[in-house]
């Protein structure tokens, strides 16, 4: 089993940056590929970015194309979002994610076998 613990969310005014971390632990990251999440209020779980075990292949979601870089560092048991030009829509709290599956990039959350506990991010307008 993998243990995922977030951080790095908070309050930033719109057009700020903030980098979310996500540490792992009980088993290495490079065996799953890695995606982040976020929920809205009163909104479904999306995909925000995800990458492949190695990081050479990534995917991001149209909305955040362009200002959010995902990025990982095997050797740290570390997974990155690099969020940049924040939006208020870009307000929900965000989530990593393990899936075994680690040759290939799937988006679906049901693809996903391992979830931290996610970290608020607010974004005021």
């Known amino acids: 089993q993998v243990q995922l613990v977030e951080s790095g969310g908070g309050l930033v005014q719109a057009g700020g940056s903030l980098r979310l971390s996500c540490a792992a632990s009980g088993r290495t990251l490079s065996m799953y590929t890695m995606g982040w999440f976020r929920q809205a209020p009163a909104k479904e779980r999306e995909v925000v970015a995800a990458?492949?075990?190695?990081?050479?292949?990534?995917y991001y979601a149209d909305s955040v194309k362009g200002r959010f870089t995902i990025s990982r560092d095997n050797a740290k048991n570390t997974v990155y979002l690099q969020m940049s030009s924040l939006k208020p829509e870009d307000t929900a709290v965000y989530y990593c994610?393990?899936?075994?599956?680690?040759?290939?990039?799937?988006?679906?959350?049901?693809?996903?076998?391992?979830w931290g506990q996610g970290t608020q991010v607010t974004v005021s307008s």
């Open positions: 994610a393990a899936d075994p599956m680690r040759l290939r990039i799937r988006v679906s959350a049901d693809a996903y076998d391992h």
């Open positions: 990458i492949n075990w190695n990081g050479y292949s990534s």
